[in-house]
């Protein structure tokens, strides 16, 4: 091991993913196996400001694995964002003798560890949580496998009803800027039309499809929609629209919303969230500082956190192709 580095400080912050507590068990035993002090900060950038510091060790973290959320709480700061409320941070680390940090949680919760490292070249480490799966650097972010699941559950209830009431079922999932749980969701569902940020397909095409749909012979579609889609102002006004052009349907909409964060964590989550913890930890003891661990090809990857905060993570248009083709 390369650094002095004695005391090590493990945070979630933005929204809550499941995996979350995995990363946190894993970091915590990670220290602990390599005789360095770990301190869990609650409530996120806000616990810095506040101190809201506890002192963690293996057994602290025993049988979290298996639970959704975080037990380190999560919330945003807007007092983190001002160089005050930063300066109230690294004070408050110095003083405990916390000498780098661990950050578990999306491109805001990276941007923050940028910026604070940039004025007091504080050491930070980034792990992606977030069911987005919109982190540049890496195939998957931590929640992202659980929600898509969670979110196949949920579809395939509301296809057993569309089928059973001849309806068509405009289903809004989470993805204000990026279709990645839409897309997969959708493939994953057999629906017959999936919409994202990503891709504009209009209205006039929306009404095509379920046009075709609807000669071919089918008594009931399914259309996902991803909460940031740009057709209509939101799913509901997209539903009435299609509904005054398409009187043969009987429209319905549902919406998912927060029940896609929640839920025990699939394996997939706990075993990507355990190797980037470990690796986290490792890296900072190693010299290796202020990246992002990620997996990309099933390999443990780092980015630099500006990469990671400013690259982009593109959609794969090749599901979008092959979704048309299985939709007949």
């Known amino acids: 091991m390369k650094t002095n580095i004695k005391k090590i400080a493990v945070m979630t912050s933005g929204g809550d993913a499941p995996g979350m507590n995995a990363a946190i068990r894993a970091v915590v035993r990670t220290c602990a196996y390599y005789h360095i002090e770990c301190i869990g900060v609650y409530r996120g950038y806000q616990g810095l400001i506040d101190a809201d510091f506890k002192k963690m060790n293996a057994r602290f973290v025993h049988h979290i694995i298996q639970k959704g959320g975080t037990i380190l709480k999560s919330a945003r700061s807007d007092e983190f964002r001002t160089i005050e409320g930063r300066k109230k941070a690294y004070k408050n680390l110095k003083e405990h003798n916390i000498d780098a940090m661990v950050l578990i949680g999306g491109d805001g ?30 195939n998957f972010t931590i929640g992202y496998d659980t929600a898509l699941n969670t979110v196949i559950d949920a579809v395939d209830k509301i296809r057993d009803t569309a089928s059973s009431h001849n309806r068509l079922f405009f ?21 017959e039309e999936i919409l994202i940020p990503e891709e504009d397909m209009g209205l006039d095409r929306l009404l095509e499809s379920l046009q075709r749909s609807k000669r071919s012979g089918k008594s009931s579609s399914l259309v996902i929609v991803s909460e940031g889609d740009k057709i209509g102002k939101n799913v509901f006004e997209l539903a009435d629209y299609v509904e005054e052009n398409l009187p043969e349907y009987e429209v319905r909409v549902s919406v998912l919303g927060h029940m896609q964060r929640g839920g025990s964590p699939s394996c997939f989550d706990r075993v990507l969230a355990s190797r980037l913890g470990v690796k986290a930890v490792e890296l900072l003891l ?16 780092t980015v630099p956190l500006e990469k990671a905060v400013k690259g982009k993570h593109d959609i794969n248009k090749e599901l979008l192709r092959m979704s048309d083709i299985l939709s007949v």
């Not at 190693?286 to 990857?301: Q, R, S, T, Y």
């Open 109 to 138: 919760t990276f941007t923050g560890g940028m910026v604070f490292n940039e004025e007091y070249d504080y050491p930070v480490i980034g792990i992606p949580g977030t069911i987005d799966n919109d982190i540049y650097g890496t």
């Open 171 to 191: 289903v809004e999932v989470m993805g204000r800027d990026a279709g990645f749980i839409a897309l997969n969701a959708g493939m994953g569902a057999g629906a």
């Open 286 to 301: 190693d010299g290796k500082l202020n990246v992002m661990v990620g997996l990309v090809n099933n390999i443990i990857e």
